[in-house]
């Protein structure tokens, strides 16, 4: 066969010189390979013969085999083997028309081609949709994790494949096409209970011990193409709603992995890339037409964060896998968070303020207390904020009007509106107590706190 890496080798390129590591998903059935029916349409997006699994699955391994060669050939053994390597994508629903077991075939003979050529590899898988929302899913994982844990191996005959990493996925909630659909929200509850139920099926199989854990795609909700004209209540992605909740997301997750003791090593989000679209139309993305949204804001509060975790308690806290439900319109937001200190002594804290209503539109003020700082000792404290009008081109945007074409003034108003804004907001001395701050937090934000020491 010949093989075209034309398409491929761009898009890793730019990965590489924008300093990413690349995830990569083996998918899908090349259309010489495909056991799809004759007079079955390629391409389909959701009935395409791309789907099938592939009739030799020899050529399968080949295929695998020269990609990853090619790939450490064109970037260098140091940095192809930090990349990470997964099968398919939600092998359980409509991209994969073969069995568990067929799946778990394609899955031995995938390890051996990108061991062949890159025996450093991290390889995983399987991609499969949220457990406890759909229980068939929770099979699908337990079988694989079988398989590869005590099942024969299709190509060596021998007991067990090599995992270096389970993946899933988890979504909050999920929307239809629907342009008159009444209000829906995603939920919190949903996304941390969906994560927790592959949590539970990866906990079954001992042999996997502190594996690591991948959510491969870990999102409000499950469809990513849907805009504001499919369903009106996917406005939300383009607000401080969508950033909160990201914010809530991540400090829930890593909370219940130091709660339970599970390792869950990342979350990445499905927000692709959709051109020649309208502005703010409603696509999970980070931004549109170049203008960044609210939730990407919240990625760089993260990076912001110290190397050394501090512990935090917050008496606004909700566990709402321990509760099991979603919000109630009548509560207040959670508030929650993520304190870390840098190696200069600088204190950050990391707050989500997040319900999922939407709607709600409260204020919440909060005194903070940082135990064990010096007595005597000052910091300057900086906010950044994420929230309706800070850090939110959407909200420019619509104090504009909503316009589609955007003046040159316009749109550099907007690309400054998008921008994460950081406000110096005074200085502050530790008593005997610890330090003492108040900050009040709308109803849906992420906000950074950071307090750097000053020099006596």
């Excluded at 389909?44 to 391994?61: A, C, I, K, S, V």
């Excluded at 504009?400 to 994460?420: V, Y």
Aim: proline share 6%; hydrophobic share 40%; glycine share 8%.
């Amino acid at each position: 066969p010949v093989y075209d890496w034309t398409l491929i080798d761009k898009i890793l390129d730019s990965y590489i010189e924008l300093g990413l590591i690349p995830f990569v998903e083996l998918g899908f059935t090349p259309e010489a390979l495909t056991t799809a029916p004759a007079g079955t349409p390629y391409a389909d997006p959701r009935h395409g013969g791309w789907r099938f699994p592939p009739r030799d699955y020899g050529r399968w391994l080949e295929l695998v085999r020269n990609l990853a060669a090619h790939c450490r050939d064109r970037y260098g053994l140091a940095e192809v083997s930090k990349w990470y390597w997964e099968l398919w994508n939600e092998p359980d629903i409509f991209y994969w028309t073969g069995t568990v077991d067929e799946y778990c075939r394609l899955y031995d003979y995938t390890v051996a081609g990108l061991e062949a050529a890159l025996p450093q590899a991290r390889m995983g898988g399987p991609a499969t949709t949220s457990s406890h929302t759909r229980p068939e899913s929770s099979a699908f994982l337990r079988a694989f994790l079988a398989h590869v844990t005590r099942g024969t191996n299709h190509l060596t005959g021998r007991i067990g494949t090599r995992l270096d990493f389970v993946s899933y996925h988890a979504k909050g909630g999920s929307f239809g096409r629907d342009p008159q659909a009444g209000k829906a929200t995603p939920s919190l509850f949903t996304l941390l209970a969906n994560v927790e139920a592959g949590l539970q099926v990866i906990g079954d199989f001992p042999e996997l011990g502190k594996i690591e854990v991948i959510l491969s795609e870990c999102d409000t909700d499950g469809w990513a193409a849907g805009t504001i004209h499919d369903n009106p209540n996917l406005f939300y992605r383009n607000t401080e709603y969508y950033a909160s909740f990201v914010a809530a997301a991540v400090s829930g997750l890593i909370d219940r992995a130091a709660a339970t003791g599970a390792r869950i090593d990342g979350m990445l989000t499905w927000a692709f890339l959709f051109e020649d679209r309208d502005y703010f139309e409603g696509f999970r993305t980070l931004s549109t037409n170049g203008i960044d949204k609210p939730v990407l804001n919240v990625f760089r509060l993260l990076a912001k964060l110290g190397g050394t975790r501090l512990a935090l308690t917050s008496d606004r806290a909700v566990d709402p896998v321990a509760r099991g439900r979603a919000d109630h319109a009548d509560e207040p937001p959670a508030i929650d968070g993520l304190a870390t200190m840098d190696e200069a002594g600088g204190l950050q804290l990391f707050l989500s303020s997040h319900h999922d209503d939407w709607e709600v539109t409260t204020a919440t003020s909060l005194d903070i207390h940082v135990a064990g700082a010096p007595a005597g000792q000052s910091y300057r404290v900086a906010q950044s904020l994420v929230a309706a009008g800070s850090s939110n081109a959407y909200t420019a945007w619509d104090a504009m009007g909503r316009p589609q074409a955007p003046t040159p003034a316009q749109r550099a108003a907007l690309l400054h509106a998008a921008r994460l804004e950081t406000v110096a907001v005074g200085e502050v001395t530790a008593g005997d107590d610890g330090l003492v701050f108040a900050v009040t937090l709308p109803s849906h934000c992420a906000c950074l706190l950071h307090f750097a020491p000053v020099d006596a």
